[in-house]
């Protein structure tokens, strides 16, 4: 089951204020039912206001505590000025950095403090101002502030809100070819939560999930305005399903419901809409220091941990909404990364690039396609002739299917639709020159309608 391009992982995207709304932390003391086993308000480390059961709540305090009791570990490296030598960080980080050591260790293990120190001292509050007034995202960015987190008493006052406007803006000045888009802000808001509130620090960790090709800690493009990296990492994730989960994937088949419909916004959210703040935390110490494959990783495991709860379900919305449901819920933290790192098994990213690979290669012939069609559909209305011994070319582009894209992604008829594709270009350029040339005749008085009547300027296709 492949993904289809931009359709199912867009419309994933845009459902994601409808996740936070849906998801535990959202939901308002009114809402509680009564009688035993009735959920309360509680409200956690982050000022997620929750309703939880007391079970939940004695788990969430388990967790906390047995945090708590790493801090002593944690303090002889940060009193040295160092983080542990590598296989302890991993285990250290695996088990949860306490809450008030974050700023340190994330900030040193992302690389952020680095990246920090390579640029002027006032170059986030430069970036800040500059994206405010300059980017073309500033205006969505003004849109999504009010939409963030609305239940979160500090994100929605003025303070939360300023501070994740300049954070936002500051990335959307910094990372132009990114700019924005929703998504960021769930990931901005959390950074800006863990980092008690300071949001030069968020910026700077937000800035190594999401930079350089080689140098951020996110696959590449997974924010690009075509989101192409967001597909790779879904097919990526559907082969990893296949291999670890094989009855949920059969299951997932039979049903027709798409992978990226489930995990578009773990992975572009970094599942800060999915889980429990404390839990999204909790695998953002381990995606910090191990990069992506924690985010792969936390993937199979809700999928393992909820798998029978998955499989009774028939239909896709509601295999859906019982995933939500449950993820909003996975107040056990410990539980969740204990299956990850144990029960998902062996997980190199060999593996994951390998499988990456092949799903680049897919979705760059697949977004090429997409191109050339568009391109040739645009040059046939503008006037562009097409031999006929070449029309089967442009029918085959709309026609082809998923297996027929893989099969011909390369060799003599890709290599002709290129031409085709540049062909249409041209013909489109020398179009856009021609109307010019006659607006401009007949403006002079050269072209119908007598003198000083200019030709109607048409629209750029």
């Not at 990372?175 to 620090?201: F, R």
């Not at 680049?360 to 503008?382: F, G, I, P, S, Y």
Request: charged share 25%.
């Amino acid at each position: 089951m492949q993904t289809p391009l931009s359709s199912k992982v867009k419309g994933a995207l845009g459902s994601l204020g409808s996740l936070v709304t849906s998801a535990q932390r959202q939901r308002t003391p009114a809402e509680s039912p009564a009688g035993p086993g009735s959920r309360q308000p509680y409200t956690d480390h982050y000022n997620f206001q929750l309703l939880a059961t007391q079970k939940d709540i004695d788990t969430l305090r388990e967790c906390q505590d047995r945090e708590a009791a790493q801090t002593a570990r944690w303090q002889v490296y940060q009193q040295k000025g160092a983080l542990p030598p590598k296989d302890e960080l991993k285990k250290l980080c695996r088990k949860g950095v306490p809450p008030a050591l974050r700023e340190w260790v994330w900030m040193e293990v992302s690389g952020a403090t680095r990246r920090r120190q390579q640029h002027h001292s006032s170059y986030f509050a430069a970036m800040a101002r500059i994206g405010k007034h300059e980017s073309p995202f500033a205006s969505q960015i003004e849109l999504d502030l009010p939409r963030t987190f609305p239940a979160n008493e500090w994100v929605q006052s003025e303070q939360g809100q300023v501070a994740l406007r300049r954070v936002l803006c500051a990335f959307a000045k910094h990372k132009a070819d990114v700019g924005y888009c929703q998504g960021l802000n769930y990931i901005a808001a959390m950074l800006l939560l863990a980092m008690g509130h300071d949001d030069e620090k968020a910026f700077w960790l937000l800035a190594s999930l999401i930079d350089d090709d080689s140098e951020g800690i996110l696959y590449q493009d997974m924010f690009a305005s075509n989101l192409s990296g967001t597909h790779v990492e879904m097919r990526s994730l559907w082969e990893l399903v296949q291999a670890k989960l094989p009855r949920l994937a059969a299951h997932l088949q039979a049903i027709k419901c798409d992978i990226s419909i489930l995990a578009t916004d773990w992975f572009m959210c970094l599942f800060a809409t999915t889980l429990p703040s404390e839990t999204v935390t909790r695998v953002w110490d381990a995606l910090f220091n191990e990069g992506p494959k924690l985010l792969f990783r936390c993937a199979l495991a809700l999928l393992k941990l909820h798998e029978g709860l998955l499989l009774a379900k028939q239909d896709p919305g509601e295999l859906l909404q019982a995933l939500r449901t449950a993820s909003a819920e996975s107040y056990d933290r410990d539980q969740l990364l204990k299956v990850a790192f144990g029960q998902v098994g062996s997980l190199p990213m060999t593996t994951i690039r390998r499988y990456r690979k092949q799903s680049q290669q897919q979705v760059d012939h697949e977004m090429a396609m997409r191109e050339t069609n568009k391109n040739l559909q645009r040059a046939l209305r503008e006037g562009f002739v097409m031999p006929p011994d070449e029309v089967h070319v442009l029918r085959d582009a709309e026609l082809e299917s998923d297996a027929r894209e893989e099969a011909r992604a390369r060799g003599a008829w890709g290599h002709k639709l290129e031409v085709l594709s540049e062909k249409a270009k041209e013909t489109v350029g020398k179009g856009k020159e021609r109307l010019m040339h006659m607006t401009r005749a007949g403006s002079q008085g050269q072209i119908g309608g007598g003198p000083g009547t200019a030709a109607e300027p048409q629209p750029a296709a």
